[in-house]
């Protein structure tokens, strides 16, 4: 029988019905339009980072935003475009076509729609899990080198100095040093203003609207100054009205020559969006995000998106917490934000055509700079320098090889150190606790006693092609070492082995077969259902007395303390349980 939901398990938004009161409404309302005050100059800032018009950050305000607000699982958190986002897609598809450009802009928005279609076809096929594969390290590392590269990339707006195109990031800031005496006095003090006073609002009070403030005062001095004659460069027109329907270019051709950006911006736009909406989770307690239930609602909204030209969007860190910390109840505050979306498109844009465009660098800059995570850098230096060294190389290899790739080889690092710490399982040696019937590390408690005749081994890991010669080797070097010359007997602790494949069973065999050859014994105990299943289907170790509950039954085992023992475990299956 297929299995059926509930429309709110599928809809979440339904179950804000039954209970949505006044008081609710109020602190969704009062949530959205700070969240709005902030979506407006930040969705125009973002849209010129990935190479396109302004209009199209704030088509990507209206229709994914209100998508997730009626699918997805967390109610605070707010979706639109963001600045990693548009980084990656200005960093992967300006290699195919020039930024601004009706062929660009059409390349984007197919992206965008592609990107949702993964996203749906991972949640119908409940792979949420994959979110799991990108390591804090390297999204540490990524977001830290994005940081900077995205600050550098709005140097040209802050200086009014125009680059030329295809120049990567080196290039770049040799052009820009090169030719800094061009730079224009206006456009550099209306970005350093900027930056002052939305920093000053900042630091005074949070909840002030520093950057919508900043784009109409620069707006109306730029109006009153004609600075637009002086050299500085403005937003020009803006169109109004809603997002026309169009259909997205779907060329095998054009998903061809995407392939390499929507893998790119997919993998970290999913990331990004559930480890913020964990965020909010912990924070809130009152709901359980459902990862594939974001994956769907993230997807969904690219989809629609596309055809209302929308860029490739995601979940935004500092809209998600504003709207938190503003009092959001529910995903209505979305749904409002979108609707003042709605009326800026609607009667408002025409204000924003004397906006510098070095007030929407100032504002990315000012919003990607706490990405630069230094905190988690230095703890990582201190604690786990591996981890440091997975963080360096993601963040060394974004600058040398593009953000793009930067970030597919700190995914490969990531599991390759996770491959070489599986395949170099930690194995202890054990001894009893005098005077219990406990078993602990040799080399970390001091006064474990080792077992007459016996070596108790605990193997801290599954057992599986990558360690299956690791595990055996190492074993029975152990078990026939000279200082183990009088054992005779291997007790294998297999508590903490999950899992054992094909390989695993083999090693299993051999190591027991040599064992024998030398006159040693081989038991288990602590196994866990799943690794006896396999024992038994492989007819390995079937004899009854070779598996014990746990060490201690297995130790009264073999020293004949038979009245404490009857721990004995035959092998079983899962159908004969």
């Known amino acids: 029988m297929a299995r059926t939901y509930p429309k709110e398990h599928i809809i979440p938004i339904i179950r804000n019905f039954n209970s949505y009161n006044k008081s609710k409404f109020r602190c969704d309302l009062i949530a959205s339009i700070n969240v709005a005050v902030l979506l407006v100059p930040q969705a125009m800032a973002y849209a010129l980072l990935a190479g396109v018009p302004p209009i199209y950050g704030l088509y990507t305000a209206l229709i994914p935003l209100l998508v997730y607000a009626f699918l997805g699982s967390t109610p605070q958190l707010s979706v639109g475009p963001v600045a990693v986002s548009a ?45 799991n594969f990108l390591s804090h390290p390297v999204i540490s590392g990524f977001t830290s080198a994005a940081a900077i590269i995205i600050s550098i990339t709005q140097l040209k707006d802050v200086f009014g100095i125009p680059l030329p195109g295809n ?52 707006s109306i001095f730029t109006y009153y100054m004609q600075l637009q004659n002086q050299g500085v460069d403005i937003v020009n027109r803006v169109p109004g009205g809603l997002p026309a329907i169009i259909l997205p270019d779907l060329s095998l051709e054009t998903i061809r020559i995407l392939i390499p950006t929507l893998i790119t911006v997919t993998i970290v736009g999913i990331v990004e969006s559930i480890s913020i909406a964990k965020a909010l989770e912990s924070k809130h307690k009152e709901y359980t995000i459902r990862p594939n239930q974001e994956l769907l609602a993230l997807g969904t909204g690219k989809i629609l998106g596309a055809f209302f030209q929308a860029i490739p969007s995601s979940a935004s860190f500092s809209r998600s917490a504003l709207n938190s910390d503003s009092g959001a109840k529910t995903s209505f505050s979305s749904v409002f934000a979108a609707l003042i979306v709605a009326l800026v498109l609607l009667f408002f844009t025409p204000l924003f055509y004397y906006l510098p465009k070095a007030v929407l660098a100032a504002i990315i800059i000012l919003s990607v700079i706490s990405l630069f995570d230094y905190k988690e850098a230095k703890n990582l230096w201190k604690t786990h320098r591996k981890d440091f060294g997975v963080m360096a190389v993601t963040f060394l290899s974004c600058f040398a090889f593009g953000i793009d790739h930067g970030v597919f080889i700190g995914v490969a690092l990531s599991v390759f150190a996770m491959l070489l ?57 152990m078990a026939t070492h000279a200082e183990n010359e009088k054992v005779n007997k291997v007790l294998l602790d297999a508590s903490n082995m999950s899992s054992i494949d094909s390989s695993g069973i083999h090693a299993l065999r051999d190591l027991d077969n040599s064992l024998k050859a030398s006159g040693i014994d081989l038991y288990m105990c602590g196994a866990h259902g799943p690794v006896r299943d396999m024992l038994k289907v492989s007819g390995l170790m079937t004899e009854h007395d070779k598996h014990h509950i746990n060490i201690y039954e297995c130790v009264c085992f073999i020293e004949g303390k038979k009245e404490l023992s009857g721990g004995n475990i035959a092998l079983q299956t899962n159908d004969e349980k």
């Open 87 to 131: 980084l990656l897609v200005l960093a992967g598809i300006s290699k195919l076509a020039e930024p601004g450009t009706e062929q660009y802009i059409s390349l984007v928005i197919t992206c965008g729609l592609l990107i949702g279609i993964i996203q749906l076809v991972l949640a119908l096929l409940r792979m949420g899990f994959l979110a």
């Open 167 to 218: 120049l990567n990031m080196l290039e770049s800031i040799s052009y820009l040093v090169n030719n800094f005496g061009e730079r224009n006095s206006a456009t550099v003090i209306i970005a350093l203003s900027a930056m002052v006073f939305i920093f000053i609002l900042k630091k005074i009070n949070k909840a002030i609207p520093g950057s919508l403030l900043a784009v109409i005062i620069a």
């Open 421 to 477: 710490n599986t395949s170099k399982p930690h194995i202890a040696v054990l001894g009893k606790i005098p005077g219990t019937n406990y078993f602990r590390n040799l080399d970390r408690f001091e006064e474990t006693e080792e077992i007459e005749d016996a070596l108790i081994i605990r193997f801290d890991e599954q057992l599986y092609f990558g360690n299956a010669a690791e595990f055996k080797q190492r074993i029975f070097k």
